[in-house]
């Protein structure tokens, strides 16, 4: 069945550590590809978005993101991450060939400490 | 420039109970879509629509009714709730199709009991 895989439910780092966050995906074709981030309490919001080009695209607050087409894969970096960034991250895929569907990872939950 | 809201954000309902979701965008956005989150499974699409008077299922749509006869609104309707369906529910719109990704709005967390 094709899906978005986040590997990592939970993920625990502290401040000024580096962040790399893995999605992968399972649909063939063109897809864009996108990762939202859920602060607690708050509904998702943009980070980031790969629709063609240069695969390594940079969001928000320091976020990237490299797409590697080979590998199905869209994994998300941030040099340092900041207690700010405590938050639930999920990846995204919008096959070109479904139009409209957009099809959610199951999230990656991160905690940064202090 | 309000964006996606949602009402009510909180909502309890009895098993059997009808209700209806509320979704309004000010951003004049052709798609709205609502989702379902539940834990450990991500975002799910219930239903969404390309423009007002169309509509279409997503992956988990039984029990649940849309309707778009506006640009601004997108009701969703549950029938007659279950406790399956408790979860926190996601309205979401875009512009030009998802290239430009979602906005969303800031959720409705049901409980049925």
């Known amino acids: 069945a094709q899906s978005v895989s986040q590997h990592n439910h939970h993920v625990i780092l502290s401040e000024a550590a580096s962040l790399e966050l893995g999605c992968n995906y399972s649909?063939?074709?063109?897809?864009?590809l996108f990762w939202y981030v859920q602060y607690p309490g708050q509904h998702l919001q943009l980070l980031l978005k790969y629709f063609s080009g240069d695969p390594l695209v940079k969001g928000i607050k320091g976020f990237e993101a490299e797409f590697i087409k080979s590998k199905f894969s869209f994994n998300l970096r941030k040099p340092s991450v900041q207690w700010s960034d405590t938050a639930e991250y999920f990846c995204?895929?919008?096959?070109?060939?479904?139009?409209?569907?957009?099809?959610f990872g199951t999230g990656t939950s991160l905690t940064v400490i202090p | 420039n309000a964006g996606v809201t949602q009402t009510p954000k909180f909502q309890v309902l009895k098993t059997g109970q009808s209700m209806t979701l509320q979704c309004a965008q000010d951003m004049n956005h052709e798609y709205m879509s609502w989702y379902r989150q539940d834990p450990g499974m991500g975002l799910r699409l219930i239903h969404y629509s390309v423009g007002a008077g169309i509509t279409d299922q997503g992956e988990v749509p039984n029990g649940y009714n849309v309707s778009r006869s506006t640009t601004e609104d997108f009701p969703l309707r549950l029938l007659s709730a279950a406790p399956s369906q408790t979860s926190v529910y996601f309205c979401a719109s875009s512009y030009e199709g998802v290239n430009y990704g979602y906005t969303f709005g800031s959720g409705t967390r049901l409980t049925v009991v």
């Open positions: 995204a895929v919008n096959p070109l060939n479904t139009g409209n569907q957009f099809y």
């Open positions: 649909y063939g074709g063109t897809v864009n």
